[in-house]
């Protein structure tokens, strides 16, 4: 790889860091100011503008001993210096210089008129006192568009490190802006700190991953620009690092084309720009594939299997960034599956595109047999799409390319047909010939007898694919690091006996000689993938939210009698207790169990299943997302991710209540959780709140959900697609006054959130009756006869074709209740106090007549909480 492009890239990502240095108290003293201001500052009326610019070059010479010595070497790569080129964006003079100024501007999604206007600079207003903005307040919907300006808005961010908490706006009254130059000097200086301590200075490859993980925990949350009119609500993170990869992309374009002049640098009318967009399809397949005849290590299988879909998204983007000869910075959207890279558009890295599509679809055709691909696409741009007025232009061909190539990514035509080498790649002496945990693939003789399939003194076949994913199951609960090598890489302890795309090999002993192969260029990537807590995020190496949250047994565990509840055979309840080992993930089983009161020993043994995910997405990105720019698409984007892949995992495990709820997926845009089925409806009901909470309880940003309640037995198959059946439901779910989605199914009922919330709290009420015994069991079951007549009577009387006499028994239904109410209403009370009870029950019949079959939710609640 060009050792250029790393140098580019890191200027790119550096070049606008004296704004933070400067906003926070970083010292600029005279003589340097005298000595250098003419040459990074631009000017305007005979003053000098743009001071940061100033502080990025002051504050990249007092880390110089920080930095890979590289950057600051003055032998290393072409003749510009690593500070110039960071910090002469405003005021260019070389053709690399300008390659970072026109990446800045084209970021930022200025026109060259608005930028050089821009450059004239504007004096700044209270740059220390002004605090990002949220995008999600902005977003509409509505015809009538709001005007917003930044008084407008109501929400702003803490000046504060990346954390699950601090992802959260907080409203403007409730923080003041006096005390944001404080905030600002004390993330700085912890900024400083962390610095001193990232690893792996001296491998400039990893240690640009790991800085760019630093630099997105403490720059998350600091506004890009914050003069003129700016909308304060880009992050300087995701501004810094879109012009680190369009920059990136601009210098491998004009060096392939030998115009790495400044006159061609400046031009806007050619295809300069590549967006190269990666897609995982068959997911559901991926994770839920069944067939095998065992349901040993299921709970592995799942996790392997989940967090393999992300990995392979992951090395995917950097197999082609590797092969582009880019940095991984030049992947600037990253959710569900999907990624999208900036590249340079030759046709060098087009023919490198289909190397990598052809090398990572065979490997997937040959190990999956067509069940998981990677769609790979690739859009032209001109610097000019990616501004304002243009950018859902090209976005929208970008998503077209990309549709396009889903249906024709296989090539079916040269690589269709029978596996010809399926039979003969059987071993007929291996205990299991086929291998017991997919039923798909052969086992495979490397991993025969591997300590990880075999039980007790049972034999252990498997075919390699799903050894590796048990492997990745039985690893993330026990480790927080993951080491990614070259597949020929000497390595201490267990890794992957099938590396992906025959490339990458898979290790989580990430101790003994980590640093040798570092040096030797074996260590390709070293990840923290522990889930996020309320302190902060890990800081000396890179950090992938990719990690969901497991529950595991702790020692209160191991005397619980609800394992014992239920018509369980000896054996059954003899296999759970055996299953207990403190800090080991929880069966399903286990968690189903904890749906059960540990009191009074009722209740339900059952799963819950909720799958959720935002409401009209792609609108939103289309027409709720105003003034967008690439650098605003990142924000957006990553700080959608956060809640899902920050916020879900840390409130699973700070919060006792939820300690049980297991995470199958939660990223990008949805999740998909698995846990005691009364849990989860809590969860669920508190998930959106939380939600509304995040995004400023801005009403066009919805979330849908599905919950499906199941025996812990049922395949995960059938689970996902019950769950998944319930959230189309509250997809297709249209309210009273018209609004769409933003709706719950639960027990065969779709209602709004808000309707949600309140038979909640009748379902509370219900269940205070039962404790009281001023209703019984049999009651509820009368209740819920009554609800579904209601809402036959609904239904009856909205019909606007002819009704007929055997419609009308619905229309019973008050009388019936009257009757039952009267005859069994407040039995074992008497005079006063009976009068009052018949008072409160009173409330029953309002709320079958109000909310009809919606009364199911809170009723059968009831039910499966008291058996």
């Not at 200027?11 to 860091?17: K, M, S």
């Not at 879909?309 to 992951?314: A, F, G, K, P, W």
């Not at 049972?458 to 927080?480: M, P, Q, W, Y």
């Not at 949600?756 to 009420?765: N, W």
Request: with cysteine; aromatic share 12%; glycine share 6%.
């Amino acid at each position: 790889m060009d050792e250029n492009i790393y140098k580019i890239a890191l200027a790119g990502l550096f070049h606008d860091i004296g704004k933070f240095a400067q906003r926070g108290g970083f010292n600029l003293d005279t003589e340097y100011f005298n000595n250098n201001a003419g040459l990074y500052l631009p000017s305007y009326n005979n003053n000098f503008t743009h001071y940061h610019a100033l502080y990025t070059a002051a504050f990249i010479e007092n880390i110089e001993k920080l930095l890979p010595p590289e950057f600051n070497s003055a032998n290393w790569g072409l003749d510009d210096s690593f500070i110039n080129l960071a910090a002469m964006h405003h005021k260019p003079e070389t053709p690399l210089q300008w390659i970072v100024a026109v990446a800045d501007r084209t970021s930022s999604g200025f026109e060259r008129s608005e930028f050089e206007e821009y450059n004239k600079g504007i004096l700044p207003k209270d740059y220390k006192k002004t605090r990002l903005l949220t995008i999600f307040e902005s977003i509409n919907l509505t015809k009538n568009e709001r005007i917003m300006d930044r008084d407008n808005y109501k929400f702003n961010y803490k000046l504060s490190e990346l954390s699950p908490t601090t992802i959260f706006p907080i409203e403007k009254k409730d923080i003041s802006n006096e005390d944001a130059s404080k905030e600002y000097e004390q993330l700085f200086k912890n900024f400083l700190f962390a610095l001193e301590k990232l690893e792996h200075r001296h491998i400039y490859n990893l240690w640009l991953e790991h800085f760019d993980t630093l630099y997105m925990i403490f720059a998350s949350h600091i506004p890009s620009a914050t003069v003129g009119n700016v909308i304060p609500d880009i992050s300087l993170y995701d501004h810094s690092r879109a012009t680190s990869a369009i920059a990136s992309a601009l210098y491998l374009y004009h060096k392939e084309n030998d115009s790495l002049t400044i006159e061609e640098i400046k031009k806007e009318d050619e295809n300069k720009l590549l967006f190269i967009r990666t897609d995982f399809y068959g997911i559901q397949d991926f994770i839920f594939s069944e067939g095998g005849a065992t349901n040993k290590a299921s709970a592995k299988l799942l996790r392997g299997r989940s967090f393999a879909i992300s990995l392979l998204s992951e090395l995917t983007a950097d197999m082609i960034c590797r092969e582009c000869g880019l940095t991984p910075l030049s992947t600037i959207l990253k959710a569900a599956g999907k990624t999208t890279i900036i590249a340079p558009n030759t046709n060098k890295i087009k023919e490198a595109v289909e190397r990598v599509n052809e090398k990572i679809n065979d490997w997937l055709l040959k190990k999956y047999y067509g069940e998981a691909s990677i769609g790979i696409s690739y859009t032209s741009a001109k610097l000019d799409d990616l501004s304002t007025n243009k950018i859902d232009s090209l976005f929208e061909r970008i998503n077209n390319d990309s549709e396009e190539i889903k249906h024709n990514r296989f090539k079916i035509a040269q690589k269709g047909g029978v596996v010809s080498t399926y039979l003969s790649s059987f071993n007929n002496d291996l205990s299991k010939k086929l291998c017991p945990y997919c039923g798909k693939r052969p086992s495979d003789v490397e991993v025969e007898n591997d300590k990880l399939l075999t039980l007790g003194n049972e034999s252990g076949s498997a075919c390699k694919i799903c050894r590796d994913h048990i492997f990745i199951g039985t690893n993330l609960v026990k480790n927080d690091q993951i080491a990614i090598f070259r597949k020929d890489a000497e390595i201490k302890g267990e890794c992957f006996k099938d590396p992906i795309f025959d490339f990458y090999q898979i290790s989580f002993s990430v101790k003994g000689k980590l640093v040798e192969a570092a040096h030797k260029g074996d260590l390709l990537k070293y990840w923290n993938i522990s889930n996020p807590q309320e302190e902060g995020i890990s800081k000396n190496i890179t950090v992938k939210f990719l990690n969901g949250y497991v529950p595991v047994y702790a020692s209160e565990d191991l005397n619980d009698d609800r394992y014992f509840q239920g018509d369980k055979t000896e054996k059954k309840q003899e296999e759970l207790i055996n299953d207990i080992k403190e800090n080991k993930p929880k069966t399903f089983h286990h968690i189903a169990m904890m749906a059960i009161d540990k009191e009074s020993k009722k209740g339900t043994e059952a799963l819950g299943v909720l799958k959720a995910d935002i409401d009209k997405l792609g609108t939103i990105l289309r027409d709720g997302l105003k003034n967008k720019n690439i650098s605003r698409l990142a924000t957006f984007s990553r700080q959608l991710d956060y809640f899902f892949s920050i916020y879900i995992p840390y409130r699973l495990s700070s919060h006792s209540n939820y300690k049980d709820i297991y995470t199958i997926f939660a990223g990008g845009d949805d999740l998909f959780l698995i846990g005691p089925w009364n849990t989860i409806i809590d969860f669920a009901y508190e998930t959106r709140k939380a939600f509304d909470d995040y995004v400023c309880n801005n009403p066009d940003i919805t979330i849908s959900a599905g919950i499906s309640v199941n025996k812990p037995s049922e395949p995960i198959r059938i689970l996902a697609e019950f769950s998944e059946e319930a959230l189309e439901n509250s997809k297709n779910f249209v309210a009273d006054n018209g609004k769409k989605k933003n709706a719950v199914t639960l027990f065969g009922e779709t209602v709004s959130w808000e309707t949600f919330g309140e038979i909640l709290k009748i379902g509370d009420s219900l269940e205070e009756w039962i404790d009281k015994k001023i209703i019984n069991n049999a009651m509820l079951f009368k209740y819920n006869y009554f609800s579904s007549m209601a809402k036959l009577e609904q239904e009856l009387l909205e019909k606007k074709e002819d009704i007929y006499p055997e419609d009308w028994e619905c229309l019973k239904w008050k009388s019936l209740f009257r009757y039952n109410f009267v005859r069994n209403a407040g039995k074992s009370f008497y005079g006063d106090e009976k009068e009052r009870i018949l008072k409160q029950l009173n409330k029953t019949a309002e709320w079958i007549s109000n909310y009809t079959g919606a009364m199911r939710i809170p009723i059968w609640k009831t039910i499966y909480n008291r058996r």
